[in-house]
Nanobody, 122 residues
Framework: QVQLVESGGGLVQAGGSLRISCAAS????????RAWFRQAPGNEREFVAA?????????YGDYVKGRFTISRDNAKIRMVYLQMNSLKPKETAVYYC??????????????WGQGTQVTVSS
């Protein structure tokens, strides 16, 4: 059984920071790219960030560059994090963890988590 489980979502004020986490279980994810997407009410799911399987490359949506950082924990190879700084109210959304594919070139991930709610208050 493949599972991706997000955690760390919550309520934060505009301009604040939040770090969300994703734990993978069920199989070895060391060779999979990992990514974050988000979906706000009434909007389509959009790509936020991705990291290659060997950590040599990271990719970001234009709207988060310079503010968000995706990383892996080398000691806990199944963990991936998204550090979000200078958050804006319009970034209120459910944030999803994903694995596989190549979302930075439009190839959808194969595995998805259930999502964690991030709410940014004005």
């Amino acid at each position: 059984q493949v599972q991706l489980v997000e955690s760390g979502g919550g309520l934060v004020q505009a301009g604040g920071s939040l770090r969300i986490s994703c734990a993978a279980s069920g199989r070895t994810f060391t060779s999979y790219p990992r990514a974050w997407f988000r979906q706000a009410p009434g909007n389509e799911r959009e790509f936020v960030a991705a990291i290659s399987w060997n950590d040599e490359n990271t990719y970001y949506g234009d709207y988060v560059k310079g503010r968000f950082t995706i990383s892996r924990d080398n000691a806990k190879i199944r963990m991936v994090y998204l550090q979000m700084n200078s958050l804006k109210p319009k970034e209120t959304a459910v944030y999803y963890c994903a694995a596989g594919g190549a979302p930075w070139v439009g190839r959808s991930p194969r595995y998805w988590g259930q999502g964690t709610q991030v709410t940014v208050s004005s």
